[in-house]
């Protein structure tokens, strides 16, 4: 088999980091700037950013349906931060959201403005303990139906979740060494990969 | 739980997460809106642009909160504003009015000229103006979580911030093929801190990242900037002061995220009006060229 590739949307935002953790994970990384690119890889990573600032450039290059067909394939798709806001099916205070591929409501900057931007070590289900999560004026899940998986809580608030080939966080993963969660979503595009290969 | 605010890593990320972003200047709630439709990933709330400071003269100082607090209400996107180089209480102000960013600016008057604000001592994060690899680690080893070249603000003319992002690139290069022994040497003629450029030399990059500013006038110039290793770009004036903003804002944002494709740059820049009128640096009288504040 072929090396895992996964492609993170190089729209704006933290591109670099998430390719150095996938690298580290052991996967092959590519930076996604043309959807034509979205047929080579097998997994992708919408990136920490601002969710308005990569909303209008997926418009603009006509991004939008391809990203959708993407997940509705069956390939996983990983949000940190604004990529959380990108997939959510629903956003409070606002009547339209963006892909809507997971059935969770979020809240942006919902924790307040970058004065009260934090770190705090988690225990994220099936990922491990002690992981120190970097949140950056970030939002959290408010609302979430029955077969998302919580893998993370912050005071009582979602921060980590996953529901079939989608996983999302509201902190930062990519800002720190530790490549748990990356190497977490790198196992998941292998078994996916596997799975549309047999079917 | 061990919670902790301002961090390096929750500073200097805020301004990673910015990368690859335009980041505009506005006077009031209105252009905010046209900044933020037009996908700015900030805006910075100021009294006046950097051309209209210098044309009108005087003493430049801090916004009057009015606006900031306009601005802040008016985008959901990260609002930035200036505080006077050196001066703490315009800074812990700003601070205290919850601004995302402060840019400890030599746009504005300096408060003091021989101190820097000490930034390690905020819990929001600074940017800083740097004109070569010395100034820049100076400002990170005053606490700075991003740079930007200091260009020549409000002049239309791209000139200084492509010899200040070179300068700073060149240097950095230099650094990293240097023996460590070379180090120590190097730091003093930079008059650098020392651990900051090991760090750099470790590292074989800036521990922030570094954003063009002061004269980008088009949307070729900002792409001319990323090209040259910047990680994203300050617009002052160029926005506001040109014939179309909208048009001209979208098309600058364009040409930052897609730098190396000339050809959607070429169809960016058609009919866009006219960019601002622009100053030739050697027509300025050395006391009016703001990037010699600061030190």
């Not at chain 1, 997971?102 to 289900?125: C, H, P, T």
């Not at chain 2, 209105?30 to 209209?52: C, F, N, S, T």
């Not at chain 2, 650098?192 to 760090?199: E, G, K, N, T």
């Amino acid at each position: 088999m072929t090396k895992t590739k996964i492609g993170i949307l190089g729209l704006q935002g933290a591109v670099r980091e998430h390719l150095q953790s996938v690298i580290a994970s052991g996967a092959e990384g590519v930076v996604i700037k043309q959807k034509e690119q979205l047929d080579e890889i097998d997994g992708l990573i919408l990136p920490g950013g601002e969710s308005t600032t990569m909303r209008r450039l997926i418009d603009k290059y006509d991004f939008f349906d391809a990203l959708v067909a993407f997940g509705k394939k069956g390939k996983p798709i990983f949000g940190t931060c604004a990529g959380l806001i990108l997939l959510a099916k629903n956003i409070v205070g606002s009547d339209s959201a963006h892909l809507q591929l997971m059935d969770i409501k979020v809240e942006r900057n919902a924790f307040g403005r970058q004065i009260a931007s934090f770190e705090a070590d988690l225990n994220v289900k099936d990922v491990g303990e002690g992981f120190n999560a970097v949140f950056i004026r970030a939002p959290y899940v408010v609302e979430a139906s029955d077969d998302v998986d919580v893998l993370a809580t912050y005071n009582g608030k979602i921060v980590a979740a996953r529901q079939n080939h989608y996983l999302c966080s509201a902190f930062h993963p990519e800002l720190t060494d530790d490549h748990r969660m990356a190497s977490y979503f790198v196992k998941m595009v292998e078994e996916s990969k596997s799975a549309l290969a047999t079917q | 739980m061990m919670t902790n605010l301002g961090t390096d890593r929750v500073k200097r990320g805020m301004a990673e997460m910015q990368k690859g972003g335009v980041i505009m200047d506005v006077v009031n709630a209105e252009q905010a809106k046209i900044a933020e439709e037009a996908g700015a990933v900030a805006v910075m709330a100021l009294e006046r642009v950097p051309a209209d400071i210098r044309a009108a003269g005087g003493v430049a100082r801090m916004a009057d909160p009015t606006i900031v607090e306009e601005v802040m209400n008016a985008v959901s996107i990260p609002v930035m504003a200036k505080a006077r180089i050196g001066h703490i209480v315009e800074a812990r102000v700003l601070e205290a009015m919850g601004v995302d960013y402060i840019d400890e600016s030599e746009v504005l008057t300096p408060a003091d000229e021989v101190y820097h604000i000490n930034k390690r001592e905020y819990t929001v994060p600074f940017v800083c103006g740097c004109r070569d690899l010395g100034e820049a680690a100076r400002r990170i080893g005053e606490g700075s979580s991003m740079l930007r070249t200091k260009g020549e603000p409000g002049t239309g003319n791209i000139v200084e911030a492509v010899r200040h992002m070179r300068e700073v690139q060149s240097q950095i290069r230099k650094l990293i093929g240097m023996s460590e022994d070379e180090v120590m040497t190097f730091a003093k003629n930079l008059g650098a801190p020392y651990d900051v450029l090991l760090d750099i030399k470790k590292n074989g990059r800036l521990p922030v990242v570094n954003f063009a500013a002061g004269g980008v006038a088009t949307p070729a110039d900002a792409a001319l900037m990323m090209q040259l290793g910047a990680d994203g770009v300050f617009v002052g004036s160029g926005i506001f002061k040109s014939d179309n903003p909208e048009k001209f804002a979208k098309a600058v944002v364009e040409a930052t995220t897609h730098y190396e494709d000339y050809e959607l740059i070429g169809k960016l820049s058609k009919g866009l009006g006219n960019a601002m009128k622009g100053i030739e640096i050697s027509t300025l009288a050395p006391e009016n060229r703001m990037q010699e504040r600061g030190w």
